[in-house]
C-alpha cells in the first residue's frame, strides 16, 4: 500500500466550515448561545462568500468554525448549499501533500494553493471524483491547509507525549 511513503501528515482540525443564506442564524447558534468569539470576516466576490471567522480553542490548538453566507444565492460557489460546507485539516509540507495525493489519483478543484481567509496557503480536494482521478471526498470538500511551524510543532510535542 501507497501510505508508508507518504511525504506529509495530517496533524489536526484546522477549521470546520458551516454555510446558510443568513449568517446571522448561524451567529446566533454559534456566538450568542455556543459562546464562539468572531475573531475576524472575510468577503470575497470571486468565491461569492461573506463570512465570520470564529474560534474554538487556543494557540495551536485553535479550531476555526466559518459560518458563510453567499453573496449572490443565484451564482457559484454555493456556500449555503450544505451546511456543513468543508473541513479543513493542518497539512505539515502542503506542496508535497499535493503533488503525492494528486500523483495517487486525488481529485483537486480548481485554483491550486493560494492564499486563504486566515492567510495560510490552502488548496481544495474536490468532493466528486472523476474518471482521471478516481479519488475525491465523496461529497465533502476538504480543505488542506498549511500549518505554521508553531502548529506543527505543538502537534509534534503533543505525539511525542507519553
Do not use: Y
Request: glycine share 10%; with cysteine; aromatic share 6%.
Amino acid at each position: 500500500m501507497t501510505t508508508m511513503n507518504r511525504p506529509f501528515q495530517v496533524l489536526g482540525i484546522q477549521q470546520i466550515a458551516i454555510g446558510g443564506l443568513d449568517k446571522l442564524h448561524l451567529r446566533r447558534l454559534w456566538v450568542d448561545m455556543l459562546g464562539l468569539e468572531i475573531t475576524g470576516t472575510f468577503r470575497s466576490e470571486r468565491e461569492n462568500v461573506d463570512e465570520d471567522i470564529c474560534a474554538i480553542g487556543q494557540g495551536p490548538f485553535k479550531v476555526e468554525v466559518d459560518l458563510m453566507q453567499p453573496l449572490d444565492a443565484e451564482k457559484k460557489p454555493a456556500v449555503h448549499a450544505t451546511p456543513l460546507n468543508h473541513i479543513g485539516l493542518w497539512i505539515d509540507d502542503l506542496p508535497a501533500a499535493v503533488q503525492w495525493l494528486t500523483d495517487q489519483g486525488v481529485r483537486f478543484a480548481p485554483g491550486g494553493i493560494r492564499k486563504g481567509a486566515a492567510g495560510f496557503d490552502i488548496c481544495f480536494l474536490h468532493p466528486k471524483a472523476s474518471e482521471e482521478f478516481p479519488i475525491a471526498g465523496e461529497g465533502v470538500l476538504i480543505e488542506l491547509v498549511q500549518a505554521p511551524p508553531e502548529v506543527t510543532a505543538a502537534f509534534k510535542a503533543l505525539a511525542l507525549r507519553p
